[in-house]
């Protein structure tokens, strides 16, 4: 199984993946179906959940009905529990939406939702993230969680995320992070997609964030709220939901 995931994800482009998830989820919601485990983002629960992973595989972490990986669901918890974005009107910008939260974010009338990216076939916007076709100060909320490792000039990208971003709004930038790694370490020489892979963990990453990713946030203007949001919760419950113990969500907000 695991071998079979791995061929899966190192061999299918990612927007057929996207397209080949809605055939197979059904089925294994179906085939995992037990009580150990629940997803919380659509209250399913499982007696395993599947392997992932582009190089070493993490076991029992992949949703069968909703994809969502640890990161995912702490991020749908926080989201929910700890903000107003499920209940107040406002304008939401998502950044290579994720098929965890796409429909359910569309489904949500009081939310001003659009979703960008250059190659998801979710994407409402084509668009460089270097180069936003949005106005200054347009967006309450800003969403862009595993995309910064992908891109060359990540210090553009994030100047623009801070462009578009209304005084007093807030934003979530996840990233692949190594926390005892101090200073991030990042070689564009490195080319080779299996060198990429060994080096940065999986073939398309062009760095590995360390804890200086928070001032790399301060640094463009962004007041950073370092949240260790597993640290209010049972270790029943991380099991239960099946997260990463510790992982820290990067909520930055911009200064009125």
Known sequence: MKNFFKFILNTIPRPWLIRLSYIIRPILRLFLKGNRYTDPIDGNHFRK?????YGKQRPNVLSPSTLS?????????????????????????HFAPEQAFYKRFKDMDHLDYTTTDLNSPLADVKADICNLPFDANSFDVI???HVLEHIPDDKKALSELFRVLKPGGYG?????????????????????????????????HLRVYGKDYFDRLRAIGFVVNEVDYTSTMSASDIDKYRLAKGEIIPVVTKPV
């Open 143 to 145: 969403l862009c969680n």
């Open 69 to 93: 990986l640890e990161r995912h669901r702490l991020l749908w918890l926080y989201l929910k529990n700890e903000t107003d974005l499920f209940t107040k009107p406002q304008r939401l910008l």
């Open 172 to 204: 979530i930038f996840q990233v692949p992070q190594e926390l005892d790694r101090a200073v991030t370490f990042e070689d564009n020489t490195i080319t080779d997609k299996k060198d990429r892979a060994k080096i940065f963990g999986q073939y398309d």
């Open 49 to 53: 959940f599947l392997p992932y992973g």
